[in-house]
């Protein structure tokens, strides 16, 4: 068991939990910020939680210099203990007042945890623990508090100066010692949790909007940039406003703030934080127009601001008791992001595709971290160190549980229990059970409230339920039947799991892709929603059949339609009736899914074959019926482009990996590339069609029916290119080069460039130093251009000498978090078949950089840790060389408690 300096274990878990012994009613901060050395006076009212026994109490505090302590205004006495500040002989009765006085230094902050200088100006980043870095304090989410902020700070360096709330007073100081200071003081209406508390002071400017919303009200909403970066700041306001009025129409919560501040800063551990009227976000989730960002950057800007807006509510006005209830504000908040895109995007197809957008990313990356060693349920039973479960089990499983609540009590029924939780629960700090029992009790006829404590299984069983399903049909009883049998895997610490509430969707297709009607005989299974054709089943059993009567051909079964529930789904539907669900099921996740699992099937049969039988490069023999099925989507004039993308795009290759008990990464690399190679001369004809077709879209606008007509040409594009490899043709390489040149938006000048890079075109380089050229004073897409050198198609293991030419280039640091992540990340988490070198190269070079990175940012550091999370199921020689990198990392002295607990869960049994 991991201990520290004190010898105490470092395990924190949930079962611990209590209530705080002290409550803080104010707090008063007054600032004078200094990049060395920032002077701050915190002055807070507390009393006694009566609830609770006496005790001293106990303040967390980290990295400060403590210079005063004050109780009712006389000097107090106070010892440490490890970390904390303790206080002993405290009034008993009534509040008290406590005054303390620390400097910290912001410049040194490369942790970008607590009070930090970017670019010559300050940013705090308080969530989870890092108030603590500021000041001593309870820093814990149940404390809630009303603050009062004062920053003093020089005029001419910092002219501006933001917190949370409004701004009471400003002016310039007065007095020696305060020539060309300044002050702005900021009262915040709102109690809040300390990791809500926020600080900005620097040269910045503000696109401002002013609205009103649906009530009347009137509200000033402001995005702070840098200067030169007003010209990016249009997208992000556009989806603040709608942010705004799409809470306030779908969820009827209003904007609470007279006042609603966005600030943009270029160093930042994570996408955006939710600061209580004064969100801070990550540039690459701000920064936006069509020279510079992509049509995906323009969809994640939308979905990070609205999910930062819909904190206000889901996080802020009701918040979590403890962290290990992190999912109640991220999972409920993912939740509301996806339904706000969704219902942005307009049309069916262009909700499908968000959705089908959406379970990728919990395939590609939650099935597999559920797999794996950091394994935890969506709320967790213990922790070493918070920051590393801000993960996507927390965030994307946990959306999905609250998706399934919304799918067991339909729509309308899960408005009113978020209206009941709301009511309920606002001003509080609560848990994963109190949104549950709030749901359920608004709807006490639904499966949720029948099925409570048994769906709740869903917050504390870690693991991905595996649900098979077996079919009969009697063509003489005309009656048609789906065995479902359910298995939750065993995870680290937990085994012997119970079977949990399954939603399943499902229609029957007729032969010529008719939907046939569905009438359950004897109503066995409990049905949450229905229609004519399509029935949302409620499995709660280990194994449940449902039988269908009426059913007078034999029928295509499209079963977990819409991904109703986060499970794999093993069927053995055979390849025609996968045929027929991607010509026709009505459902078109299910559509895209038939096409995912042809794909997948042909790519894991070349995988099987005995390597010295395929040919050198992994060749798989592909069937007339695919390659027919494939072009007849492609052509279909009714489909969506960016349906079309999505269909023909290959599963990943970490989503093939998921499939396989042994993962040779480069045998995944070749057969996955081999079949994208078949198919771009099999289909040549068709994505030249797709490329005229499409290629052309005139002015741009990031909406969803002209990002996904960009999709496909560029998938298209990349296509013909990589065609032109076998038969030496010059043209579409020249004309790929021809666009990157051209190109009116990074859309289409990226696809360009990365269908030269995807083919390993001679071209590619060129095109690269062209494009460094073009944005070196663009730092995000200076960003682009690290990631897609890192990134690149290995085919002479010429990626990893690359990468680290790339570290000494003059663009690059460690220090900032979005330009490591651009070429460390890019390689060593997103580049398997560049990753996995059998010469080991690739695992010196991450243990090389997790120790660097540690030293400077822990939680930089433990993120690419995770790179190595699954390498247990690596074929020899992969799987000994990864163990050699882990241990080494292991076996550095003083590793931070993030990268720790990473690696030694990995490396545990
Ligand atoms: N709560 C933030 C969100 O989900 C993310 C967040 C958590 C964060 N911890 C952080 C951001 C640390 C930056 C740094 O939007
Ligand atoms: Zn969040």
Redesign the pocket.
Known sequence: MLRDDLGQPLTILREDYSATPYWIDTVDLTFDLDPAKTRVVNRMTLRRNADVPAQPLKLDGEELNLARVLVNGQSASFRMEGKQLVLDNLPAEGSFDLEIFTTCCPAKNTK??GLYVSQDAFFT?C??EGFRRITYFLDRPDVMASYTVTLRADKARYPVLLSNGNRVDSGDLQGTGNEGRHFAKWVDPHKKPCYLFALVAGQLVAREQRITSRAGQEHLLQVYVRPGDLDKTEHAMTSLVYSVLWDEARFGLPLDLERFMIVAVGD???????NKGLNIFNTKYVLANPATATDVDFANIESVVG??YF?NWSGNRVTCRDWFQLSLK?GL?VFRDQEFSMDLAGSASARAVKRIEDVRVLRTAQFPEDAGPMAHPVRPDSYIEI?NF?TVTI?EKGAEVVRMMQTLVGREGFQKGITLYFERFDGQAVTCDDFAQAIADANPESELARQLPQFKLWYSQAGTPRLRVETAYDAQAQTFSLTFTQTVPDTPGQSGKSAMVVPVTLGLLAADGRALPLQQSGDAVPVAAASGTEQTLVLTQARTTVTYGGVTEQPVPSVLRQFSAPVVLEADDSDDQLLVRLRHDSDPFNRWEAGQRLSLRRILAGIAQEPAAASADGQVLLDAAYIDALRQLLRDATLDAAFKELALTLPSENYIAEQLDVVDPQRIHAVRESLREQLAHALYDDWLHAYEAHHDNGGYSPDPVSSGRRALAGLALGMLVLAARRTGDAVWPGRAYQRFKDAGNMTDRQNALLALLGAGHELAQPALQRFHALFRHEALVIDKWFALQGGAVDRQGQVLPQVRQLMKHADFSLKNPNRARSLIFSYCSANPGAFHRSDAAGYVFWSEQVIALDAINP?VAARLARALDRWKKLAEPYRHAAEEALRRVAAKADLSNDVREVISRALAA
């Open positions: 970008l945890m980043q969530e989870a930042f551990n994570m996408g955006a934080m939710e999910h930062e904190h991220e908040t920051n801000y965030y939680q």
